[in-house]
């Protein structure tokens, strides 16, 4: 039995599309308590509607209660806990020691799924965390995938092990960054992270305030924290293989067409779908990247397959636009009829040539669409229309 494919939702919409590309698991987040304050999130009512969705569907649902509280924010996020326990939380996923600790000795008996920002990175840890009840530990990005079959050997049946296959990554220790809270006030371990380490930097001399001196790495300047995503699609039957329980996509804050492509790679890979090289890094050109890397997993990492070469996202498509589970397409970006485009399914992808004329919600006939149109198709409902670039 392969891995559990553990993928983002920011909101419900991220979260059906999750589901009907082949995700297993959904991991989301309540207004509060979340380390992605900006992802749109769900209130109360919301989490109760995905839960009952996800379980309706086969699926699991964990909850991010992933913030380093302060003293008087464990009282109500143990209530917060509570309620989630009450609506049927398959997990929680959880940083903070001290919360871990708090929600055994308030008897809320959900699984506790140990998150990637404990910085977990030996079997050790992973032990102790099985002491305290925790039934799973996301490890840390740093490891390599032989340091990660060391603490699998180690931890045999005790604790769960999941690992982070595809998403952002931050310089910093898998997260533990203060560059934005000094830099911007946004307290990056409290959900409100401004990625300045995605800019571009200068020095500048301090008798000469006014004067930027640039620091050319290349034409494009410095980007010295700046980090390439991963993509670890070489490594997820392998890890699968090797008893990892959960394979995890970053992702909360991205869009429906990341999730989509993401998940349609990924799924298949662990499926055992053939699946090229060439094709693999094709469909995941097309989301936004900041170039890819292998990380840690191959062991030792440098700047010339880490850093990305600027903070501008790199793609080869231009989403045109989606279709919901009423088949009717929303167009994201102006198309002619005739022209030719890629359509990604749940179940395939495929070249097309679109009609010559559109229909939209009124009846009207369109030749040309634009953003604000929501056309009739023949296409299954969850499909992604992107005109290729590159």
């Not at 809320?108 to 990175?121: F, L, R, W």
């Not at 034409?219 to 993509?231: K, P, Q, V």
């Not at 636009?321 to 395939?348: I, K, R, W, Y």
Request: with cysteine; charged share 25%.
């Amino acid at each position: 039995m392969p891995a559990e494919l553990l993928a983002p939702a920011g909101d419900m919409q991220k979260l059906e599309w999750a589901v009907e590309y082949g995700a297993d698991a959904v991991y989301f987040g309540l207004k509060n308590y979340s380390l992605r304050s900006y992802a749109g999130n769900f209130s109360p009512e919301e989490a109760a509607r995905a839960l009952q969705y996800l379980h309706e569907k086969g699926r699991k649902g964990y909850v991010t209660l992933n913030i380093y509280p302060f003293t008087g924010e464990y009282a109500p996020l143990l209530e917060q806990a509570a309620m989630l326990r009450d609506m049927g939380a398959d997990a929680f996923i959880v940083a903070d020691f001290g919360l871990i600790c708090a929600l055994k000795k308030a008897g809320i008996e959900t699984p506790v799924h140990v998150s990637t920002q404990a910085n977990t990175v030996s079997a050790q840890a992973a032990l102790a965390y099985a002491d305290m009840g925790c039934a799973r530990v996301n490890l840390a990005r740093e490891l390599s995938f032989e340091q990660i079959l060391e603490i699998k050997e180690k931890t045999q049946g005790k604790i769960e092990l999941e690992v982070f296959i595809h998403g952002s990554v931050c310089f910093s220790y898998s997260g533990r960054c203060a560059i934005s809270d000094y830099l911007t006030g946004r307290r990056a371990n409290r959900g409100e992270c401004a990625q300045p380490c995605r800019w571009s930097y200068c020095l500048m001399e301090e008798k000469r305030p006014g004067s930027p001196m640039p620091v050319f790495e290349d034409e494009r300047g410095l980007y010295l924290f700046n980090s390439r995503d991963l993509a670890l699609w070489r490594y997820a039957r392998r890890l699968s293989d090797a008893g990892i329980a959960s394979l995890k996509i970053e992702g909360r804050m991205k869009t429906i067409h990341y999730v989509a492509s993401v998940l349609y790679v990924y799924r298949r890979l662990l499926d055992g779908c053939a699946m090229g090289e060439e094709e693999i890094t094709a469909l995941l050109s097309r989301i936004s990247n900041r170039g890819y890397t292998e990380g840690f997993m191959k062991g030792g990492v440098g700047p010339e397959d880490y850093k990305a070469e600027s903070s501008s996202y790199l793609f080869t498509s231009v989403l045109l636009g989606h279709t919901g589970p009423d088949g009717m397409l929303q167009v994201n970006n102006s198309f002619e009829g005739g022209e030719t485009a890629e359509l990604l399914t749940p179940s395939c992808v495929k070249a097309v040539v679109l009609p010559p004329v559109f229909r939209d919600a009124d009846g009207n006939a369109l030749t040309k669409v634009n953003n604000d149109h929501r056309i009739y198709t023949d296409f299954p409902p969850y499909s992604v229309l992107r005109r290729v670039t590159g």
